[in-house]
Every structure is written in structure tokens, then in C-alpha cells.
């Protein structure tokens, strides 16, 4: 039995597994050779394993066998059982603060409940407005120093629970009643020569995940957005990632390839019909099993008996687009701990073209919103995920991205823009008179709709206006202004009766850009109508 002493070379994780490739070199003999991958996590698929390398050799067997050991030495978990005594020590240190400055919170509000009710003694007592001024200001005082004590405290206990819970985790996993249990692979060569062979070990190994997140950085200036692109990796597989080289994928392992079959729909006489007919009804099919996809992520064996080992090493690339997938090589290496926390590492940083607009809709709110176009016009796809927005270096908000291929534009909300106003106002209001025994009413609006511009440029901005929409033929609604014969990029009306004002506004000192915005609204005198404004 040769032992193959190995390495973790390179890592790629899928959503919710990985696919692990080891890299060792051993010295083999003529004729058979039984080689040994040991310490494997236990969590491995068995029927994931395969095994690639150069040199000449050939491949007669391979097997995964599971291994139960006695821990007679363990410094990893002694290490980790004193780290747990000393977390266990601050925590309960952490909880006496806390049961103490939450004992100090309501002392102080007793003592505030017995100064604020009535005096047994009835005698009228002189009231002293300067020391009610000190004591409140004493109590406010406390109360602040208490609870920002009590926040910090707080902060703490989530901080020392959290790497509590890791340290368990990793007891869990590593030790069992004193024992130890893991995979090892058992590889039969057969070689013509005495000979060094260079072995890939490849295996996958479920409890690893990635998802991607995004720092976007916008400067209003330059119309420009520096996108981050990050992934946040999370493993417990059971063994460390230190200085792997790094892939990640967007494949969905865990659905299976096969296409569901649609069977077909039928109806036929239920057989309980009463009928004085003789019908002959087929029974058929009575066992139809419902289709519904696969989701066995079985893997065939990726070997066969008796092949020669003559591969070489598939060449790195930096982002690659499958069939049905993206991957994306990292281009350091990257050490990813077994712990069962996030851990991001930065993919990419590109600079991506933006566009800056503002979008109002001053009826129903009183901000204007500011909004950027952003085209990807890197070589690489933006996937679905959480985005951290910064504008000039301060953060705004965060958000969401869908999927965005190379090419293709997204807008993304930056808030409310507090130097541009936006303002629709009612400035007339009258009822057209046609007479005494008219049977018709018509109610002439006018409003004034306002923009104004305090910055120092030009600003594009989208307003949003709606006029009434007819639900019934007797209502007639004639609008006077703007006169919209045609829909135009500056100005249009859909068929919700929406007018989209495009504007571009010039920075404003006392003048802002004005649009009068005037209908009518005629229908009979008899009927009443709702939606319509006092």
C-alpha cells in the first residue's frame, strides 16, 4: 500500500455542493499498485469519484471506503475545547453585565415612577422648575449611558454566541465518543515500470454554497459606475480550502438532466354515470403516474476499467459560458475555512457606463427620485443577487439585480434627490354653466405642474402626471392642454391616460420650468360620479 500525501489544488462550488480536485505525486512498481487518498471528508459522494494524473499507468480499480478511528491525540480538538471554556467564561461574564445594567434600568425608572406620584404629605410643596430641569436632565443622561452600555453588551453576546456555535459545529464534526471517522480512496494501478506518477483526485462534497453581491460605487461627475463584483462562499464540507484555487459556478447540480415527460390529459365517463344507455367506457391507464421532473442528482462514475492515465491538466480560464451555465475562475488563491460562515472574495471590479435621470410623480409623492441606466458592458454576466449602492462614496441603500448578459441595460433606484422640486398644483377650478335646462355638467380643471432645479447643470427629469379615465360612455373627458396630437419623446399620454413629461431643466434661481396641465370633464346632470374632486 503506497499512502498518496495530497493537497487541495482547486475548488469549484457550485450552489450547493463542491467539486474538489487533489494533487499528489507518488512512486509506483512494476506490476500492481494499491495508492491511498486518506483523510477524506466524510460527507464525499461515493460515486462522484475519479481520478485523472500524468504519467503511464493503468487504472484497474477505485473504491471509497469509509474509516472509524480512535482519537488517541487530537491537538485540533483539545485546542478547540479550550477555545469553547474560555467563549463559555465571556458569555456568562457578558450575561451578568447584561442582568446588571438591565437591573440599573429599572432601578432608574422606579426612582423616576416614586419623584413623578403624588406626595403622601398634602401640604402644598414649593415647586423648583431648576431642579425638575437637573433631574430630568440627570435621568436622560443615565438612561442613554445605561442602554448604549446595554446595546454594546448586546453586541457582544451575538459576537461571542456566533463563534460559540462554530466551535461546536466543528467539535460535532470532528469527534464522535473519542472517535474520528473519514473516507479514504483506494486507487489499484498497474504499472509496466518503476515510475512517478502525478495523481488529480477529484470527488464532490455537499454543505458548500456561493452567492453573488455587488458594491455598486456611482459618481454623479463622471457618469460612471464601478461595479464590485463579489461572492460570498460558505462551507462545512469538513475539510479546509487553504490557498485553493477557486471556480464558481453557476450550474444546478442538484436537478436532474432528464426531461420530464408530459403525458396526455384525458377525460372519459366517470364511472359511477347512471344512464339508461349501454356505454362501453375503456379502462385505461389506470396506474398513470403523474409526471414530474427528476431530481436525482446521481452522478455516473467518471472512470472506466482498464484506462490509461495520460491527461493533462485543463487549462485555467477566467470566465467561461456553458451550454446552460456561467463559471468564473478566480484569479488568486483563496482560503475558505470549514466553518459554516460567509466569506466573500472579490471576483471582479468593472467600470460600467451610467446614465443619470430624475423620475416625479408629485400627486401621489412630494420627492423627486434619481435613477441610473447602467449598461454591462463587460465580457462577464451580472447573476441575480443583493447590490450595496453608494453614491460619491456615501451609502444610499441596498437592492436587488436580476440577471444581466454582456450588453445589456439595467436601472438601478438612488433615492430621493433633495435639490430638485417637483410640484402639481390646483390653480382652477370651474363649472361651465350651459343653462337651466341643460342636461349636462362640465367641470373645467387647471393645474399648474412645476419643476425646479437647484443644482449647478442641467438635470433630465421623467414627470408623471395622470388625468381622469373615463369608465362609462356618458363621461367624456376632453384634454385642453398640453395638446398631445402625437406621442413624442418629450411629451406623450398612454392609454391609462398617464402624461409622461421628458424634460430637460436648466438650473433654477427663481424661475422653475412650468407645464399647465388643463381638462374637462362633461357628463349627465342627473348622474353621479365618483373620482371626481370636490
Known amino acids: 500500500m503506497i499512502i498518496c500525501n495530497s493537497q487541495i ?74 477555545g469553547k471554556s474560555e467563549l463559555e467564561k465571556k458569555l456568562t461574564a457578558i450575561n451578568d453585565q447584561i442582568a446588571e445594567h438591565a437591573h440599573t434600568r429599572n432601578l432608574i425608572q422606579s426612582i423616576a415612577n416614586k419623584l413623578t406620584s403624588p406626595a403622601e404629605n398634602t401640604e402644598a410643596s414649593v415647586f423648583n422648575i431648576e431642579k425638575w430641569k437637573h433631574l430630568i436632565s440627570f435621568f436622560k443622561e443615565e438612561n442613554e449611558l445605561n442602554n448604549n452600555n446595554l446595546r454594546t453588551l448586546e453586541i457582544q453576546h451575538k459576537t461571542i454566541s456566533d463563534d460559540l456555535e462554530n466551535v461546536n459545529f466543528k467539535l460535532k464534526n470532528n469527534s464522535t465518543n473519542n472517535f474520528i471517522t473519514y473516507k479514504q480512496a483506494e486507487i489499484v494501478l ?73 403525458l396526455p390529459w384525458r377525460i372519459k365517463v366517470a364511472e359511477n354515470y347512471d344512464s339508461d344507455e349501454n356505454i362501453d367506457v375503456e379502462r385505461f391507464d389506470k396506474k398513470r403516474k403523474k409526471a414530474t421532473p427528476v431530481l436525482s442528482s446521481k452522478v455516473s462514475p467518471l472512470y472506466e476499467r482498464e484506462e490509461e492515465i495520460n491527461i493533462p491538466v485543463t487549462p485555467e480560464v477566467t470566465v467561461s459560458e456553458g451550454l446552460a451555465a456561467f463559471s468564473f475562475l478566480i484569479d488568486k488563491t483563496t482560503t475558505i475555512p470549514s466553518d459554516n460562515t460567509l466569506h466573500k472574495t472579490t471576483v471582479l471590479i468593472s467600470e460600467l457606463p451610467a446614465t443619470f435621470s430624475h423620475i416625479a410623480a408629485p400627486q401621489v409623492s412630494e420627492f423627486v427620485y434619481l435613477w441610473a441606466e447602467v449598461t454591462n458592458t463587460s465580457k462577464f454576466p451580472l447573476l441575480k443577487g443583493e447590490t450595496h449602492i453608494f453614491m460619491d462614496n456615501n451609502f444610499i441603500s441596498k437592492s436587488k439585480i436580476d440577471l444581466v448578459t454582456p450588453g445589456k441595460k439595467f436601472n438601478l433606484s438612488l433615492g430621493v434627490d433633495e435639490s430638485i422640486q417637483a410640484k402639481y398644483e390646483l390653480i382652477n377650478k370651474l363649472e361651465k354653466n350651459e343653462g337651466i335646462f341643460s342636461k349636462k355638467r362640465k367641470i373645467n380643471f387647471e393645474y399648474k405642474l412645476s419643476v425646479a432645479n437647484n443644482k449647478s447643470k442641467n ?76
Open 9 to 82: 489544488k482547486h475548488v469549484t462550488v457550485y450552489s450547493d455542493k463542491a467539486a474538489v480536485i487533489r494533487i499528489g505525486t507518488v512512486k509506483v512498481n512494476k506490476g500492481i499498485n494499491l495508492i491511498v487518498f486518506k483523510n477524506l471528508p466524510k460527507l464525499l459522494i461515493d460515486n462522484s469519484i475519479s481520478i485523472s494524473g500524468t504519467g503511464t499507468a493503468v487504472l484497474n480499480d477505485i473504491k471509497i471506503v469509509q474509516i472509524k478511528d480512535i482519537i488517541t491525540d487530537n491537538k485540533e480538538i483539545e485546542q478547540l475545547k479550550a
Open 190 to 262: 498497474r504499472s509496466e515500470t518503476d515510475t512517478e506518477l502525478e495523481l488529480l483526485l477529484t470527488y464532490m462534497v455537499p454543505g458548500a454554497t456561493w452567492i453573488p453581491s455587488y458594491f455598486l460605487k456611482i459618481f454623479q461627475n463622471t457618469e460612471k459606475l464601478i461595479c464590485e463584483y463579489n461572492a460570498e462562499i460558505k462551507q462545512f464540507t469538513g475539510e479546509e480550502w487553504n490557498n485553493v484555487s477557486l471556480t464558481l459556478s453557476t450550474a444546478k447540480t442538484n436537478i436532474g438532466g432528464q426531461i420530464p415527460e408530459l
Open 459 to 534: 438635470i433630465k427629469i421623467l414627470v408623471k402626471v395622470n388625468t381622469p379615465l373615463s369608465m362609462h360612455n356618458d363621461i367624456v373627458v376632453e384634454l385642453m392642454e398640453p395638446k398631445i396630437k402625437e406621442n413624442s419623446e418629450l411629451l406623450s399620454i398612454n392609454e391609462l391616460r398617464i402624461i409622461n413629461w421628458n424634460n430637460l431643466v436648466k438650473p433654477t434661481t427663481n424661475n422653475p420650468e412650468i407645464m399647465v396641465v388643463k381638462f374637462g370633464i362633461e357628463f349627465p346632470r342627473e348622474m353621479n360620479i365618483e373620482g371626481l374632486l370636490d
